[in-house]
């Protein structure tokens, strides 16, 4: 089983729409969860960490549910310059503070 | 300034070749990392450096040896390569707060 699962997409949103990302890991001892963006033929870049309490930076929210063990996403009033694959990042310090990516989910936002 | 750098942008070389990948930190970090970005998009980590010690040494083939002459670089050595080698390779280091920060990345084609 992969450490982190991410559902693919693509997703496919008219500008203004909200949508949601959710990603699962499969180790509960994991202890730091970040969400990364990254464009076309680019680095990954931190969009935001996420917090047990959840934590929320302007047009995105970002959720943690350790008992089912997933993260979530959600990008309110989406604009064009949303449009690329977010990446789900765990981090497990029993495994010596190594990171494990999701797959990304590609999010397309539509004129 | 760029944070991490590395060089160089786009390497082009024949199967069986041995090729070198530069990486350099200017934000002060102690841990440093190399990925590698498959044609699926998958990021896979391969090696991590704290202070210039070994810490993660994933499954990756001994033709693969990182090298740290200081904190603020990690170099990869890529010897004998293979087809299955061409992929982008991300070098990244790490912050306080355990988020990470990447360079631009390597994009190697072995033919």
């Known amino acids: 089983r992969k450490e982190v699962e991410q559902d693919p997409g693509p997703f496919n949103v008219p500008e203004g729409a909200t949508v949601a990302f959710n990603c699962t890991y499969s180790?509960?001892?994991?202890?730091?969860f970040f969400w990364y963006r990254q464009d076309c033929r680019k680095e990954p870049k931190l969009l935001m960490s996420?917090?047990?309490s959840g934590n929320e930076d302007g047009r995105f929210t970002a959720q943690l549910n350790r008992a089912s063990q997933y993260i979530s996403l959600l990008i309110r009033d989406s604009k064009l310059s949303d449009s690329a694959t977010y990446l789900c990042?765990?981090?497990?310090?029993?495994?010596?503070?190594?990171?494990?990516f999701g797959t990304g989910t590609s999010l397309t936002v539509i004129p | 300034d760029t944070a991490v750098s590395q060089t160089p942008k786009y390497l082009v070389t024949q199967m069986g070749n041995d090729k070198s990948i530069k990486c350099e930190q200017n934000?002060?970090?102690?841990?440093m990392y190399w990925y590698k970005q498959d044609s699926k998009k998958f990021l896979k980590i391969m090696f991590s450096?704290?202070?210039?010690?070994?810490?993660i040494n994933e499954t990756v083939p001994n033709r693969f040896s990182p090298k740290s002459p200081d904190k603020a670089h990690l170099n990869l050595h890529i010897n004998s390569l293979e087809l299955g080698d061409s992929a982008v390779y991300f070098c990244?280091?790490?912050?306080?707060?355990?988020?990470?920060?990447f360079g631009p990345g390597t994009r190697l084609t072995v033919l």
């Open positions: 180790n509960s001892a994991s202890q730091s």
């Open positions: 990042v765990v981090n497990a310090l029993h495994t010596g503070n190594q990171f494990y």
């Open positions: 996420v917090y047990s």
């Open positions: 990244a280091s790490g912050g306080t707060y355990n988020e990470q920060f």
């Open positions: 934000l002060g970090h102690d841990t």
């Open positions: 450096y704290n202070n210039k010690e070994l810490i």
